[in-house]
C-alpha cells in the first residue's frame, strides 16, 4: 500500500525479561482521581463513576530498568505536574460489540509496568474552570513514561503493591493499589462499555496524594512493588 510519507513506526514497549520481543501500543487510557486521598488533597469529591481521558500513544517515553530517562519540558507551561501509577496492559482484543464482565476482566490483562503521568496544571486548571476539554493539560508530546512491561505470571498480585515517588530524593508520593476505588477489574469492565478494548492498550490507573510540580533540572524515581522501577530527569526542549 502506498503511502504519501513514511509511515510513522509503531509505538512499543519492551517486555521485561524477554529479548526483542515488544508491546505494540494501541491506546493509552487514563483514569482521574481514583484515589480518595489524592481527590481530597484537589478539594473534589468522590465519583461513583470513573472518569476517563486518554493520552497519545506517541507520547510516552519508556525507561528500561537500571536506566535513566530524560523527560523534556512541557512547552506553554510554568506548572509540569507528575505522578506515579500503576499501568495495566491489556494482551486480548475484546468483540466489536462485547462488554467485558468483572469476571471476564482478567483474561484481559497481559501484564503491569509503573508509569509516570505528567500533566500541564495551568491549562487542566483553566479547563476545569470553564469547563473545557482536558487535551492541552493531559495529551502533549513525552507527556507520560512507562518501564518495561512485566506479564501476570511472572509477577504476584496489583490488588496490594505499593507506589512511591521521590523528587531530588525527596519522597513526595506513598501509595498502596488497595487504595483504588475502582479496582482493575472494574477499569477494565467500564472502558470496555464505551470503546472496543483492544491488544495493546494501556490504562494508567490514578495515584494516591503528593502530585505536584517538577521544574528543569530536577531528578526524580519511584515504581510500584512488583511492576518496575524508573528514574528521570527533566531537561530542556
Avoid at 505536574?81 to 464482565?101: D, H, R, S, W, Y
Avoid at 483474561?107 to 505528567?118: H, I, L, Q
Amino acid at each position: 500500500m502506498p503511502f504519501v510519507f513514511a509511515q510513522a513506526c509503531v509505538p512499543a514497549v519492551p517486555v521485561w525479561g524477554e529479548k526483542d520481543q515488544y508491546f505494540p501500543i494501541h491506546r493509552v487510557y487514563a483514569i482521574a482521581g481514583n484515589y480518595a486521598d489524592h481527590l481530597a488533597e484537589l478539594g473534589r469529591e468522590e465519583k461513583t463513576e470513573p472518569v476517563f481521558f486518554t493520552k497519545p500513544s506517541d507520547g510516552l517515553v519508556v525507561c528500561r530498568e537500571g536506566k535513566s530517562a530524560d523527560i523534556p519540558y512541557a512547552r506553554e507551561t510554568d506548572s509540569l505536574c507528575l505522578e506515579v501509577e500503576l499501568v495495566v496492559a491489556i494482551g486480548k482484543t475484546a468483540p466489536e460489540t462485547g462488554f467485558v464482565t468483572l469476571e471476564e476482566a482478567e483474561e484481559y490483562v497481559f501484564g503491569y509496568a509503573a508509569g509516570v503521568e505528567f500533566t500541564r496544571r495551568n491549562f487542566q486548571k483553566a479547563a476545569r474552570e470553564n469547563r473545557q476539554p482536558w487535551e492541552k493539560a493531559k495529551c502533549f508530546d513525552d507527556s507520560a513514561l512507562i518501564t518495561e512491561i512485566r506479564e501476570k505470571h511472572r509477577m504476584p498480585d496489583m490488588d496490594q503493591a505499593t507506589l512511591w515517588l521521590y523528587v531530588d530524593n525527596q519522597e513526595r508520593q506513598r501509595g498502596n493499589t488497595n487504595q483504588m476505588m475502582h479496582s482493575i477489574p472494574e477499569l477494565v469492565s467500564e472502558i470496555s462499555k464505551y470503546w472496543r478494548l483492544t491488544a495493546g492498550d494501556l490504562i494508567y490507573t490514578g495515584t494516591p496524594k503528593g502530585s505536584g510540580p517538577i521544574d528543569i533540572g530536577q531528578s526524580f524515581e519511584g515504581g510500584v512493588n512488583g511492576a518496575g522501577k524508573f528514574a528521570g530527569k527533566i531537561v530542556s526542549r
